[in-house]
């Protein structure tokens, strides 16, 4: 790239992924930065309907301050200082969640979206693609997370149901052992009847733990020492029954390691995703990132609704305990440099660059 293209103080492959964002019109990438012309002397947001400039042309910046500051004018046309429709639509998600969390009653979905001020049709299919729930499953999902911290501490577990948010003892225990994985009292209690099968093997990466309940796999874990793994997996769950059963799990360990060496596979085994009602939104938002791209901790936050949240969101995928299956290899820093990864960077910078072999070798192909 001739040195006219970059932008100031900007790697040139993530100018490249921002001119990307510009020439598909991303609006994901809409308040993440601004570009300037410098033929014209104006920045636009990544929207902008306008004529698309020449690459060599274009600077990128952060924000229309910055722009400003290097003598840029901004566009009339997509008005790149005013609120952008992403960011508008993001904010009333992010105010729903809010109100959902603090309502005492879980409100309905006409409720939600006249507070909202658009109806219940749009509200529900931007609520799904700002956050990866539907209101009503981010609503059982802030219950979900109320009852496990009322559980242990409650005076009853009909207190704890009550106390979350549930209407009736009767509605929860309807559908209690499919969100808890046990009985309320097995949970009250610390699980100490749970019983968690898991098996150990070795792959291209090391170690490999993979631990299964009755819902689904658990737990991934990627190390290089089995024996730690194992400590690993007795810390999350300290009061289960835990049975090492390797031949029960060959098909299971065979798919994960087909996933870590042919990413463009996919996993198709049911996961028992435990997190709070965050974690799961941040979570989901990671499984949405295809094989071969990467993401910011930045446009993840951008991504559910919460771009203040970065800090949050680097929380939650270090609280992951899925590696692969959730993947949270595909987020990078802001600079497109990479940042921790619970299993180690070596192995973070593997998966990433498997994944960007496997995609090229499927284009050569095609």
Not at 183 to 197: D, F, N, V
Request: glycine share 6%; aromatic share 6%; with cysteine.
């Amino acid at each position: 790239m001739a040195s006219t293209s970059s932008s100031p103080e900007l790697p040139d492959e993530l100018a490249d992924a921002r001119w990307q964002d510009v020439m598909t019109r991303n609006p994901q990438a809409d308040g993440q930065f601004v570009y300037a012309v410098r033929t014209t002397g104006i920045y636009c947001r990544a929207t902008c309907p306008s004529r698309l400039p020449k690459r060599e042309n274009v600077l990128f910046f952060a924000n229309g301050e910055d722009a400003r500051a290097a003598g840029y004018r901004a566009c009339l046309r997509c008005t790149p200082d005013e609120t952008s429709l992403s960011q508008r639509q993001a904010d009333i998600i992010t105010s729903a969640c809010h109100y959902l969390a603090q309502a005492e009653e879980t409100p309905t979905l006409q409720q939600l979206a006249k507070r909202a001020g658009i109806s219940p049709f749009h509200f529900h299919r931007l609520f799904k693609r700002i956050t990866g729930l539907t209101p009503h499953a981010y609503a059982m999902a802030l219950r979900h997370e109320r009852l496990q911290q009322q559980l242990p501490v409650a005076p009853t577990i009909t207190h704890a149901i009550l106390d979350a948010g549930y209407q009736s003892s009767s509605r929860f225990y309807a559908q209690a052992n499919q969100r808890l994985g046990m009985t309320a009292s097995e949970r009250r209690a610390g699980a100490p009847r749970s019983i968690i099968h898991f098996a150990i093997a070795q792959c291209s990466l090391g170690a490999i733990l993979l631990a299964q309940s009755q819902l689904g796999i658990c737990a991934i874990l990627l190390g290089d020492d089995p024996a730690l793994l194992l400590k690993q997996l007795q810390d999350q769950f300290p009061k289960a029954d835990l049975r090492g059963d390797e031949q029960a799990f060959e098909q299971q360990m065979a798919a994960v390691i087909s996933l870590i060496d042919q990413p463009q596979l996919g996993l198709d085994l049911p996961l028992d995703i435990r997190g709070t009602a965050f974690q799961q939104r941040v979570w989901q938002a990671l499984r949405d990132i295809p094989p071969g791209q990467t993401m910011s901790y930045a446009e993840l936050a951008a991504r559910i609704g919460q771009p203040s949240a970065v800090r949050a969101v680097a929380r939650a995928c270090a609280a992951n305990t899925l590696a692969v299956a959730i993947p949270c290899h595909r987020v990078i820093r802001q600079d497109g440099g990479l940042s921790g990864y619970r299993w180690g960077l070596e192995r973070k910078q593997s998966l990433l660059q498997r994944e960007r072999d496997a995609i090229e070798g499927r284009d050569n192909a095609d």
